[in-house]
């Protein structure tokens, strides 16, 4: 029902900054929460950031507060995640995820919450 397609990925120093992006189909984008995740190499798959469909809502993890932002521009079907001041410790392939009534403020941290996923991005941050 929704397909999504992440880009922006790429190698950046430490200190850099870079912005993804997330490319929806559907006519009904404007009601999905839509959620960044990201996994490393050995690690588990782990939440960065969400924001609701009106983009009223956005919640981030503490790892990244501060640091990235998430936005949606629903009249292009789009989700951003604009990530500055990276550091090494942000490597990874990070994932676009939509979600419907499932992703609720208990459970939007919870990768299981969401129904539709992208193929990933890879984001590098050397030393």
């Known amino acids: 029902q929704v397909q999504l397609v992440e880009s922006g990925g790429g190698l950046v120093q430490a200190g850099g900054s870079l912005r993804l992006s997330c490319a929806a189909s559907g006519r009904t984008f404007s009601s999905y929460s839509m959620g960044w995740f990201r996994q490393a190499p050995g690690k588990e798959r782990e939440f960065v950031a969400v924001?609701?469909?009106?983009?009223?809502?956005?919640e981030y993890a503490d790892s990244v507060k501060g640091r990235f932002t998430i936005s949606r521009d629903n009249a292009k079907n789009t989700v951003y995640l604009q990530m500055n001041t990276l550091k090494p410790e942000d490597t990874a392939v990070y994932y676009c995820?939509?979600?419907?009534?499932?992703?609720?403020?208990?459970?939007?941290?919870?990768?299981?919450?969401?129904?539709?996923w992208g193929q990933g991005t890879q984001v590098t941050v050397s030393s």
């Open positions: 924001v609701t469909g009106s983009g009223g809502t956005s």
């Open positions: 995820a939509a979600g419907n009534s499932r992703v609720t403020f208990a459970t939007m941290r919870n990768y299981r919450s969401y129904d539709y």
